[in-house]
């Protein structure tokens, strides 16, 4: 069926190293993707976007890489910091809908 | 500019009982979106308003679940007679212009049925 999810449920990387969160998705009329961290007791909170017309897109310490070819999507995290702990969701739109499908989420521990 | 503002944080209901909750977009805001997270998993679509309209509740259960979004005053999200497995966290976003445009979520309120 259509589904947003995650390779891995939890990521465990050391303070100042880099760190990637990969998702899939299976519907090629998607078009828009959101990464959002979410910490304990907390709303989602948006961290970066992409429109499918891009295969890549920088913001501050993170980037969010689209394959479209193989319908993949990742988030890098450079440099990851204690306070980037926290669960990772990517969210797909399709079309015009006005709702977002999320992925189940990855975990990320940095170690200090 | 404050943001999503959702109340209460936290709700607690014996079986059966209702369960209001309650959603205050950002300032000029008219989209409003609300959605269920259980424990461990993502967020769960449940229904899209604009003010006075429900554009989109594929999402909804088809009982005892309802929404709304008044021309004055907050979203709701109402659950009659609730049961168990009533409880999770949900979260309202709003957003100016449809789900491309400023997609800001709330805290959440999260609801324990005992």
């Known amino acids: 069926g259509e589904s947003v999810g995650l390779h891995l449920p939890t990521l465990s990387v050391q303070e100042g190293d880099n760190s990637i969160i990969n998702c899939a998705y299976s519907?090629?009329?998607?078009?828009?993707f959101i990464w959002y961290k979410q910490e304990s007791g907390k709303g989602p909170q948006f961290i970066i976007d992409i429109r499918s017309n891009m295969d890549k897109r920088q913001g501050q310490r993170v980037t969010v890489l689209l394959n479209k070819t193989v319908k993949h999507l990742s988030l890098q995290i450079a440099a990851t910091q204690p306070g980037d702990s926290a669960v990772y969701f990517c969210a797909e739109n399709r079309g015009s809908q006005g709702n977002l499908i999320f992925g189940k989420g990855t975990k990320l521990s940095v170690k200090p | 500019n404050a943001g999503v503002m959702q109340n209460p944080r936290h709700l607690v209901r014996r079986r059966g009982q209702e369960a209001r909750l309650r959603c205050s977009p950002m300032?000029?805001?008219?989209?409003v979106y609300w959605y269920r997270q259980l424990p461990e998993e993502g967020l769960k679509f449940m229904v899209y308003l604009q003010k006075e309209n429900i554009i989109d509740e594929s999402g909804m259960p088809k009982e005892r679940f309802s929404a709304e979004f008044p021309k004055e005053g907050p979203s709701i999200l109402r659950i009659q007679q609730v049961v168990r497995g009533d409880s999770a966290a949900y979260f309202c976003?709003?957003?100016?212009?449809?789900?491309?445009?400023?997609?800001?979520f709330g805290s959440g309120t999260r609801l324990t049925v005992v």
């Open positions: 300032k000029g805001h008219s989209h």
């Open positions: 519907n090629s009329a998607s078009d828009y």
């Open positions: 976003a709003s957003s100016p212009a449809g789900v491309n445009y400023g997609y800001t």
